[in-house]
């Protein structure tokens, strides 16, 4: 076989490829082994009619499609790796010539991996904070954990609040039509979690059990539903009941319900010391965040746009595994939100061409520093997810190795490593204080 690559212009180029006669011959009998088991003859069983017959009757041209469907794939795979290419992107294949006897010749116009002309990626200035924790952070999480373990306590008297659970029946209308999704009973609607059409929620405040009132507002412009999109509605609403938090106090008890600590000062100090260790890990990862993005943007690299659009898939396809984690799916969010897909497709463009920026350049630092991945490494993260997914690491292999995932996670691990390599190869600096750290510290001098 062979097969030559030509650049016309930037990462877009053509394949042209010519396959061996007797490999168009070889299709050919496995095209004709395939249509025979269908083929309907008088005098013959399916799948008995014999070749010459065949094509007499319908022509060795029934067959080319078939053949071409079977030859296609496996040839352009060769020439691809023959070739040493990589495409990003569905080629446009043009058959010039398929025929029996004769050699199958065709072209593909082929969007490729863009080269990446590296920049400095060595002793880049990364500015670096101190994994301090204030005091206020630690009431903050003290707050969080008070909320976490709150109790819902059922209001008899007194006015629904913001951060109240409210019990509700509704029923909306536009221009007094009742209209789908509009209507629920005994719906449990947090107050102020803004969950619902803006205005609802406020206007729900200050009910109190028992009441009744007509809460009118007026969809978002870019409501989901083309049919509502800013019309005015009215919700007949009834309160059945409301649930308020009951925080518990912050003291020994406390400290003695939620951890192994007997006081409160005790469970303050380690979970101080767990902030700490947690915002150290953040800092890192803004590190090696800086130091990647100070790296690609010293680079020069064009990215098709079919890379971008791939990756955008991607992050909307593990957005979607997230939600459905949570106990959402994607048409629940788009119908929350007010967006289309289209929408969420173009908010995650920004980040999908940093994302590929980013991998195409650390994939060429990797390359030019040697970085690789040795069988011992493949074999520690196997076991990792092992762990994590309480399998076994011989498994988790043969799992990767069925979905053809081996090679990514060998590529994950190398990008990582790529991180390290720049992080160890970095200068840290210190970085700038917050505009309230500036003014106590002008205060601090002037006194």
Do not use: C
């Amino acid at each position: 076989m062979k097969a030559t690559w030509e650049k016309i212009e930037k990462n877009l180029g053509v394949l042209e490829v010519e396959v061996e006669a007797d490999r168009v011959a070889a299709a050919l009998d496995k095209a004709f082994n395939k249509v025979v088991k269908k083929a309907n003859v008088p005098g013959f069983r399916k799948g008995k009619v014999p070749r010459p017959i065949f094509e007499s009757r319908f022509g060795v041209e029934s067959l080319y499609q078939d053949a071409i469907d079977i030859l296609l794939p496996e040839a352009y795979g060769e020439a691809v790796e023959q070739t040493d290419i990589f495409p990003v992107d569905r080629p446009e294949v043009d058959i010039e010539q398929f025929a029996k006897g004769q050699p199958f010749i065709f072209k593909a116009k082929i969007t490729v991996k863009p080269e990446v002309k590296l920049g400095e990626y060595k002793g880049l200035e990364v500015p670096v904070q101190k994994a301090e924790v204030t005091d206020e952070e630690l009431d903050a999480e003290l707050k969080r954990l008070q909320e976490r373990h709150a109790e819902l306590v059922v209001i008899e008297e007194g006015a629904a609040a913001n951060g109240d659970i409210t019990v509700i029946d509704f029923d909306g209308s536009v221009d007094g039509v009742p209209f789908e999704g509009g209507q629920a009973e005994r719906h449990s609607l947090e107050l102020g979690s803004n969950s619902f059409i803006p205005g609802f929620e406020e206007q729900v405040v200050g009910m109190s059990t028992g009441d009744f009132k007509d809460v009118e507002v007026t969809f978002p412009e870019t409501y989901h539903a083309a049919e509502l999109a800013g019309k005015a509605a009215v919700f007949k609403v009834k309160l059945h009941e409301i649930k308020r938090k009951q925080l518990p106090e912050l003291d020994d008890e406390f400290a003695k319900d939620v951890s192994e600590f007997d006081t409160l000062e005790e469970y303050k100090a380690d979970l101080k010391a767990q902030l700490e260790s947690r915002k150290q890990e953040e800092l890192k990862s803004v590190r090696e965040s800086a130091v990647v993005d100070a790296a690609a943007a010293n680079a020069e690299v064009e990215i098709p746009e079919a890379m971008i659009a791939s990756e955008v898939e991607n992050m909307v396809r593990d957005f979607d595994t997230r939600l459905r984690q949570q106990g959402m799916n994607m048409d629940m969010f788009l119908s929350f939100s007010g967006q289309t897909r289209e929408d969420l497709q173009g908010q995650m463009k920004g980040d999908a061409e940093k994302r590929v920026r980013n991998n195409l350049v650390l994939e060429v630092i990797a390359k030019e520093e040697k970085i690789e991945v040795s069988e011992e490494e493949v074999t520690q993260e196997l076991a990792t997810m092992a762990e994590a997914y309480k399998r076994t690491p011989e498994e988790i292999r043969s799992i990767l190795a069925a979905n053809g995932s081996l090679s990514s996670l060998n590529d994950e691990i190398s990008l990582r490593k790529t991180i390290e390599f720049l992080v160890s190869n970095s200068v840290e600096v210190e970085a700038p204080a917050a505009p309230a750290e500036e003014a106590a510290a002008e205060e601090a001098k002037a006194e």
